[in-house]
């Protein structure tokens, strides 16, 4: 299968907002690369049209993309070539890597069509936005293999991976979808939480009953015991076993032989209090502990105890089998109420303990592997900061021709200027993107084909969740999750925070 025949569907997929166009599009070329038999070239385009690699982080950042050789007349790229040529530039380390990547990121361009190179560009940036997310692409991987999407849906479920059910479903037909079930040792999806505006309104939408859970500010882990062998699996999936003994160890103090849980590791103080985000997700950047904070783990859910699967039944009996089994002071602390206002005292104890918020739990609910569950809602405050633009990137997929992901810039009353503090795209309507792209040509200073260089006289109220530092920006400090609110015309760039302002958030 040729690179140029997946660039192309790809152009097709972004430029249909129609669902069922999207999954037809999907399905026919899953069905001439399923044709030629080869499993991996099927989860490996299955993975791409997510956005996503194989292989995960490459090391191949937005910086090294910015300079690319002119694109070759003829496509002669095939999927399989440029899936072994990332996974060559992933495994480069040691002294000189940072030329060597480059260099073979300029090989595998050069040897890329225009269009090809437009689509590769956007996949190892994090811009391949298209509309292909894991709704649709089951849906189409169903309507390919002729099986159910349900079946389709369950098997990636519990196998944590769509690209590997769909080389399944495709290569193998439904009889192949029966080995992917719930098993101790390899990671499932999460279940995610949609968002609730408040405590009311969470128990109103679970039916008058909540289980309210602590929403720490740490980092959510998948926990896998068998026997004395305990297995630690990120939010995505990654393996970090051996940088959290703490984990692995309070895993095994628990009575049980087999199981699969969901916790949350956080580094709290002395006073129990967390620490920074920053400080708990050092720990899943380094290799080894030493010379960093300890970190406590809370267990939340119970998925599997001893040979029974639990994330069928009710959430309130995993939550008393999960009782019976960890001990107080590894669980969040947690309420069951039907009363508004012993809702709200409990989310104000919790955020006045330094945590994010609170999870609003249906009693009745089962485990929604690697969905966002209605079932679930988190509930925690916004901050806003009103901020100045920077410059903004011209956007793809759907946003080809606007001016889309914006920089945003705090005000900096020492020199006058402004301090970066990260991009966003989030937030964004139609309407506002279509005024954004006229505003910002009008105040545009420069234009490299990628980012567009504005004077800086527009300001944004963005919504963050929190600020963590960063070596990234030059101002040291990066905000969580920002994305637009409303553009500020009623504001002057003198009256946007301070970069002091939000470095207050850090305390």
Do not use: C
């Amino acid at each position: 299968m040729l690179l140029a025949d997946i660039a192309a569907a790809s152009a097709d997929i972004a430029g249909t907002s129609a669902r069922l166009a999207k999954i037809n599009r999907i399905a026919a070329l899953l069905s001439l690369v399923a044709a030629e038999g080869d499993a991996r070239s099927v989860a490996v385009t299955v993975s791409w049209l997510s956005g996503e690699l194989p292989q995960r982080q490459i090391g191949v950042g937005w910086a090294a993309l910015r300079s690319l050789p002119e694109p070759a007349v003829t496509p002669t790229l095939t999927v399989d070539a440029v899936d072994e040529r990332f996974t060559r530039i992933g495994a480069v380390s040691g002294k000189g890597s940072q030329a060597r990547r480059s260099e073979l990121v300029r090989e595998l361009f050069g040897a890329a069509t225009e269009n090809e190179q437009a689509f590769l560009r956007r996949l190892l940036s994090g811009e391949l936005r298209q509309g292909a997310l894991a709704g649709v692409m089951a849906d189409a991987v169903a309507r390919t293999s002729d099986i159910p999407a349900a079946e389709v849906r369950r098997a990636a479920m519990l196998a944590g991976d769509l690209p590997v059910v769909a080389a399944a479903a495709l290569t193998g037909g439904g009889s192949a979808l029966a080995e992917f079930g719930l098993q101790v040792g390899r990671p499932v999806g999460p279940m995610l939480a949609q968002t609730a505006t408040g405590v009311a309104d969470a128990l109103e939408r679970l039916g008058g009953t909540a289980i309210l859970e602590a929403k720490l500010d740490g980092a959510r882990v998948q926990i896998h015991r068998k026997g004395a062998e305990v297995s630690v699996y990120t939010r995505s999936l990654d393996d970090v076993t051996h940088r959290l003994p703490e984990v692995v160890e309070a895993t095994l103090a628990l009575a049980a032989t087999d199981l699969i849980a969901d916790a949350e590791a956080i580094a709290l103080r002395p006073d129990r209090r967390p620490h920074p985000f920053q400080v708990t997700a050092a720990r899943f950047g380094r290799k080894t502990p030493n010379g960093l904070e300890p970190l406590s783990v809370f267990f939340f859910d119970l998925l599997h105890l001893d040979g029974q699967d639990l994330l069928d039944l009710p959430t309130e009996h995993r939550l008393a089998a999960l009782d019976v089994l960890v001990p107080q002071d590894h669980r969040v602390d947690r309420v069951i109420t039907a009363d508004a206002s012993v809702a709200q005292q409990f989310l104000d104890r919790t955020l006045a303990a330094g945590h994010e918020g609170v999870m609003a739990k249906s009693p009745t609910a089962p485990y929604e592997a690697g969905r966002r569950g209605a079932g679930w809602l988190k509930v925690k405050p916004v901050h806003t900061l009103d901020l100045v633009v920077l410059a903004v990137e011209w956007g793809s997929g759907r946003r080809t021709g606007k001016l889309s992901n914006i920089h945003l810039g705090a005000r900096d009353p020492e020199t006058g200027g402004y301090v970066m503090l990260g991009k966003t795209f989030k937030g964004m309507t139609d309407a506002m993107l279509a005024w954004q792209t006229e505003r910002f040509r009008e105040l545009q200073v420069a234009d490299d084909g990628w980012v567009v260089t504005v004077r800086p006289e527009q300001v944004v109220e963005i919504a963050f969740d929190g600020v963590q530092r960063s070596t990234r920006y030059p101002g040291g400090v990066a905000l969580r999750f920002a994305r637009v609110l409303r553009y500020r015309d009623d504001k002057t760039p003198g009256e946007a925070d301070t970069i002091d302002t939000v470095r207050a958030f850090l305390a």
